[in-house]
């Protein structure tokens, strides 16, 4: 078997490899950016990793193992820290919206919700598929993610987000909605990363089309 290419590319520029290691340290500065790392504990990371390979570090491994494993304990203050003012902003954007447009409507769940096009309604089952297509935006309107237009997608009822099924139960099948979601029915106190913030109310507009039991 041929292994990987550790030449330089026809370009002259980063061999395979390099641009391997460039990546992976990428994809790990992503990893932890959560840690809110300044100039400073930016410069001891680096410090780290080039100790290491030079086989000079400074800590002992338990001192190593002991330090490593606050990370966890970081990430989750911050998260927790996030998530309580994107639910402040969150419950004060709805609570405008309700004042200024007296056709949303909300749920005991928390869900803010308009109805554009009533449909009808549907026996659900743990069989039950549902085609819809949507549009998902942060509250201040930037759109993060969707369907293709005019290309709905076929999913399993029971595998999409909490807000979609208790919108489909209120609009139906062949109906459309606009709904505002609380983090408790979409991602939660941790968000999804790099998309999603921990805490965060999102917008979505869905069309809900047949569903059928397979």
Sequence with gaps: ??????????????????????????????AISELGMDKQSQQFFVEGIEDHFEGKIDFSEEEINIYALRVDDIIAYKRAEISKDEKSKGEEFVKALMERDSKFQKTESGLVYKIYKEGKKTRITDKTFVELSYRS????GDRYEGTPKGEPREMPFK???????????????????I????????YGDAGAAPYIKPGEYLKYQIKFYEATEK
């Design 1 to 30: 078997m041929k292994g990987p290419d550790v030449s330089e590319t026809d370009f002259g520029a980063k061999r395979e490899i390099d641009k391997t290691a460039y990546a992976i340290g990428t994809k790990y500065a992503r």
């Design 179 to 186: 709904i505002y979601a609380p983090p408790s029915l979409t």
């Design 159 to 177: 595998g999409i987000l909490k807000a979609w099924q208790e919108a489909f139960k209120i609009a139906g099948a062949n109906s459309s909605i």
């Design 137 to 140: 935006f942060h509250l201040n």
